[in-house]
């Protein structure tokens, strides 16, 4: 297996040992990651309640999630997908994550997210400043 300089000097970044990667499929996977070229993009669903946009935010949620979308879809956009619904169900996370669709268990998830240099406490406070940022752009907007 031939790895180019850029691959090794990834791993050299991030790997202490090379020598236990046995599979091409598995380094080449890797070598994405650490590169910030993943290929399986993290799908983040956020769901927002009517309620943090005022007493009458179920007549406007739909319009705000269309209009922060494009905004949460430039965060770490090389790895993540955003998708911002409203939540209509108190019985589901206000924040989900998913892989190819799949959702992930917690553990899953942080641990995708440790691959990416980040954590979902981290996620989750983007999530915060950023849906407040958007809240206060909404209505000047509107």
Not at 113 to 140: H, P, Q, R, V, Y
Request: positive net charge; glycine residues 4%.
């Amino acid at each position: 297996m031939h790895l180019s300089l850029y691959a090794i000097s990834l791993l050299r970044k991030k790997v202490v040992n090379l020598v236990k990667i046995k599979y091409r499929y598995t380094l080449v996977r890797y070598v994405h990651i650490l590169g910030k070229k993943v290929t399986k993009k993290l799908t983040i669903l956020v769901r927002v309640e009517p309620g943090c946009l005022g007493p009458t935010g179920k007549d406007y949620v739909e319009d705000f999630c269309t209009f922060a979308n494009p905004v949460f879809s430039r965060i770490r956009e090389q790895a993540l997908n955003w998708q911002l619904v409203p939540r209509y169900d108190k019985s589901l996370d206000e924040v989900e994550l998913q892989l190819e669709g799949r959702k992930l268990t917690p553990e899953q998830a942080e641990k995708y997210l440790s691959m990416l240099d980040t954590s979902f406490t981290e996620i989750s406070e983007d999530i915060g400043n950023k849906l407040s940022i958007c809240i206060d752009k909404f209505f000047e907007a509107h």
